[in-house]
């Protein structure tokens, strides 16, 4: 699957760009989104929304100028809804190590849950991260450094609601 979808030549042009984004399966955008994300960007969009305007607004309809309408609209409403949760999660994730760092080097970590559980930042973003990292230290044998950890997990969900 990972061979196939990186096996497709990712298009130099927005209008390439369109068409490659209407080609590609609905289970494949979320991926096509994270991989294609700066080129997703305000010119693509007022491509987008030009060759919309030209179409709705043409004098002489035909169907397939209205399918393709149809079809650009639910492209530009994925797309955006695609990217806002994407920046999302990227802006979580990030927020989530720069937490998880706090954690690791704080001297009282009951009061930086606190602080945490205070600013909202106590989050699923925060715990799946604390959960690779102690997989990462049990497959690397760091069994201190793990269980450590672990007893953080244990502060965590106590204050958590998940």
């Keep these: 699957m990972r061979a196939l979808r990186e096996s497709r030549v990712i298009p130099d042009t927005i209008e390439k760009l369109v068409e490659y984004f209407l080609d ?23 491509h987008l929304k030009l060759e919309l305007g030209k179409l709705r607004f043409a004098v002489s309809k035909t169907q397939d ?16 809804e695609g ?6 999660m990227q802006s979580e994730l990030v927020s989530a190590r720069k937490n998880l760092m706090k954690l690791f080097t704080s ?10 559980v205070e600013q909202n930042e106590l989050n699923r973003s925060l715990l799946t991260l604390l959960d690779e990292n102690i997989a990462n230290a049990y497959q690397g044998n760091q069994i201190q450094a793990a269980e450590y950890m672990e007893k953080i997990r244990g502060a965590m969900l106590k204050y958590i609601t998940v």
Aim: proline share 2%; aromatic share 8%; hydrophobic share 45%.
């Design 24 to 46: 590609t399966e609905a289970q494949e955008i979320e991926f096509e989104i994270a991989r294609l994300r700066p080129r997703l960007n305000e010119e693509f969009f007022s």
């Design 107 to 116: 001297d009282d970590v009951k009061a930086t849950l606190l602080d945490l």
């Design 83 to 88: 990217i806002e949760a994407y920046d999302r």
């Design 65 to 80: 100028m209205e399918d393709r309408v149809i079809e650009l609209e639910a492209l530009q409403k994925a797309l955006q």
